[in-house]
């Protein structure tokens, strides 16, 4: 048996579609491949096989969330559908957004897979085949293929592999060779904006204009959507604050060079004189050069311990 684990959209990948509005969603959007996936096993099961040009024998019923943290401090990873077999396990990734960092990406995933897999004292004999998929909605690599499998092998010796069983494997949309299935290149273009050309695809389509009707996840859409924007807008206003403290900075910093004193430097910005005392008390210790930066981060930590 074969468990599929399908982990939750990231919650920050709304930025992505902020300005979609939730009829507007299609397959490709985080939020509506992950909502399609979580309630159709049959359909999750039916992508996964077309993606590999494997059949998986069963599945179970999708986690709806999955967190890979191996330290309280580290950088952790949700990925987006994780298929764990006896002897193998598969990640696939939805890429709209050509971030340009998808390879180092593909490493630390498969890194952090690994690391979840085997537990501590463990024999490395008990890692699992790993492959790491992203479907691409660009040619990452710009080089005409539908698919790039990259696997280690020697530098010196090509034809040497060295059977660390792991993978890495890009779809791409926008390929214009003839190297993969009709079935895989209709889903695919499905992706790139076509209409559903067979049977798979048009399951897909279907799906979408159900989700589309589903009021309870257009509500939970519309949430995540104007918590986001709410947090677009106080960034904003933190970015504007923090500019605002960098000028203070900079002017204190000149008022001192011509041997102001706090109380004159106070009345000619028109600020509190326990502010301009904090910044000069800083300030002072990195004369005679005064580097505003390093003075605007020892302020800046003061105020957040």
Known sequence: ????????????????????????????????FCKILQNNVSLCKELIELILEKKISRISFPERQKTIEITSDGKG????????????????????????????????????????LIERGADYEELKKSYIIFICTFDYFEQGLHRYCFENRCVEIPSLSLFDETMKIFLCTGGNETDISAELKE???????NKAGD???????????????HEEWRQEYMTLLMRDR?????????????????????????????KYSITQI????????????????????????????????????????
């Open 199 to 213: 049977v798979f695809t048009q399951k897909l389509e279907d799906e979408v204009k159900k989700a589309r009707e």
């Open 187 to 193: 889903f695919l273009d499905f992706l790139n904006g």
């Open 77 to 116: 990873i949700r990925l987006d559908v994780y298929v764990e077999g006896s002897t193998e396990v598969y990640d696939v990734e939805m890429q709209a957004v050509n971030k340009k960092n998808l390879p180092k990406r593909s490493r630390y995933y498969q890194g952090m897979i690994d690391l979840n």
């Open 230 to 258: 709410e947090n677009q807008r106080i960034g904003r206003e933190e970015g504007l604050e923090e500019g605002k403290c960098r000028t203070l900075v900079s002017l204190i910093c000149k008022k001192i060079k011509k």
């Open 266 to 305: 106070a009345e000619a910005l028109e600020e509190e004189e326990s502010t301009i005392r904090e910044i000069y008390n800083i300030a002072v210790k990195y004369a005679p050069e005064y580097d505003e930066e390093k003075i605007f981060t020892a302020w800046k930590e003061i105020h957040n311990d």
């Open 1 to 32: 048996m074969i468990t599929l684990i399908f982990l939750h959209y990231r919650k920050e990948r709304v930025r992505k579609m902020a300005a979609k509005k939730y009829e507007e969603l299609t397959f490709v959007d985080d939020f509506m």
